[in-house]
């Protein structure tokens, strides 16, 4: 076994690794354009609303490690468009939303269904489909580019461990010059 077949990959697996991470991207960037557009139809029919925390749903989760973590998921009081109370709890929950009961927060309710809430900020509307889109535009940009001779270090794609790839050329004024 020589050294240069040690670091070879075979051209297949290559092919079978970019099919991988482009089906993954593809994945990964559907689930966020997706939430994404969920986010705009919401916002386009969404009032905006300033509401009064009434009380917190708090939700304690742990992880294999035995990690703990909380998350938070207000209730709220507000008024609608055409003055009506509302009592409604926001659709997600968050770390970041440990409110204190009577605390005011903007809200933004759909008035065609007045108990559909969301607290009005970027991390409950936009965040999740940001980061999903992202990540699946990189992998799938990563499946898309990778080169099909990554790790072959004969430089020609091909499969052949025969020893140390040739010399590279360089020209200088149409003359071949090895280095």
């Known amino acids: 076994m020589n050294y240069y077949s040690l670091k070879k990959v075979k051209p297949s697996r290559i092919r079978a690794a970019r099919w991988v991470l482009a ?3 593809l994945v990964f960037l559907a689930i966020g354009v997706s939430q994404l557009y ?3 139809q919401f916002t386009r029919v969404a009032l905006p609303a300033q509401a009064v925390v009434q009380s917190v749903e708090r939700k304690i989760s742990s992880d294999r490690e035995g990690e ?3 998350t938070y998921r207000p209730t709220v009081t507000y008024r609608d468009a055409f003055g009506a109370t509302r009592t409604a709890r926001t659709l997600m ?3 970041g939303y440990d409110y204190p009961v009577g605390a005011e927060i903007a809200v ?3 008035q065609d269904d007045p108990t559909t809430v969301r607290v009005d900020g970027f991390l409950s509307l936009w965040l999740f489909g940001t980061v999903f889109a992202a990540v699946g535009a990189l992998l799938l940009a990563l499946g898309a580019y990778m080169k099909p001779s990554m790790g072959d270090q004969s430089g020609d794609g091909g499969d052949d461990a025969d020893g140390p790839p040739a010399p590279k050329t360089k020209r200088w004024n149409n003359t071949v010059r090895r280095r």
């Open 23 to 25: 089906a993954t991207g």
């Open 68 to 70: 703990t973590s909380v």
């Open 38 to 40: 969920g986010a705009h």
């Open 93 to 95: 929950s968050s770390s």
């Open 108 to 110: 933004l309710y759909d």
